[in-house]
T-cell receptor, first 115, second 114 residues
């Protein structure tokens, strides 16, 4: 079974600075999807960024980018120019390309942004 | 607006009193799923459905039931709630067979069982 590990329960960053959230996963599959979801205090789950495992190029969405290291099974999220609105719980998630049945989530990292 | 609608947003109930949390999506998605979120455990899948009348267990199905009689609706039923089912619940939907853009989530239901 696939597992997703987020080893940083809480992180903090100064406004306008850069922060990196870590995520590792365990799988025997070669093709899959990885996601980062944001959950602000409103508790709505918002998709931040996605990565397809067969694509070597790291995904980027505005101030959000990932460092995808397939061999190391690592998928970290970098937030540049942090803003107060980035304060949230961030979840890393994995889904097999062929098994739509389930997305496996990590336990989350709570990000605090300091003004 | 494309969305997943969950109701109620908050619910306090007593042990043993049957309850239903509703979930409806307007995107014609085949796939729907229920998750519960607990501190330190992340989101864990309860049940999922690949289409009408097709449902299956996730990782933590005990104490829950679901049904999928219509494509848009996927209610979660707690026949006899217990305090260990106090949690934040999310319904999610997605489209099968195309490039995976992740799930669309509902806004969550905070359930407290006393």
């Amino acid at each position: 079974a696939q597992t997703v590990t987020q080893s940083q329960p809480e992180m903090s960053v100064q406004e306008a600075e850069t922060v990196t959230l870590s995520c590792t996963y365990d799988t025997s599959e070669s093709d899959y999807y990885l996601f980062w979801y944001k959950q602000p205090p409103s508790r709505q789950m918002i998709l931040v960024i996605r990565q397809e495992a067969y694509k070597q190029q790291n995904a980027t969405e505005n101030r959000f980018s990932v460092n995808f290291q397939k061999a190391a099974k690592s998928f970290s999220l970098k937030i540049s120019d942090s803003q107060l609105g980035d304060a949230a719980m961030y979840f890393c998630a994995y889904r097999s390309k062929w098994g739509y049945q389930k997305v496996t989530f990590g336990i989350g990292t709570k990000l605090q942004v300091i003004p | 607006e494309a969305q997943v609608t969950q109701n109620p947003r908050y619910l306090i109930t007593v042990t043993g009193k049957k309850l239903t949390v509703t979930c409806s999506q307007n995107m014609n998605h085949e796939y729907m799923s229920w998750y519960r979120q607990d501190p330190g455990l992340g989101l864990r899948q309860i049940y999922y459905s690949m289409n009408v009348e097709v449902t299956d267990k996730g990782d933590v199905p005990e104490g829950y039931k679901v049904s999928r009689k219509e494509k848009r609706n996927f209610p979660l039923i707690l026949e006899s709630p217990s305090p260990n089912q106090t949690s934040l619940y999310f319904c999610a939907s997605g489209e099968i067979g195309t490039a995976d853009y992740g799930y669309t989530f509902g806004s969550g239901t905070r359930l407290t069982v006393v």
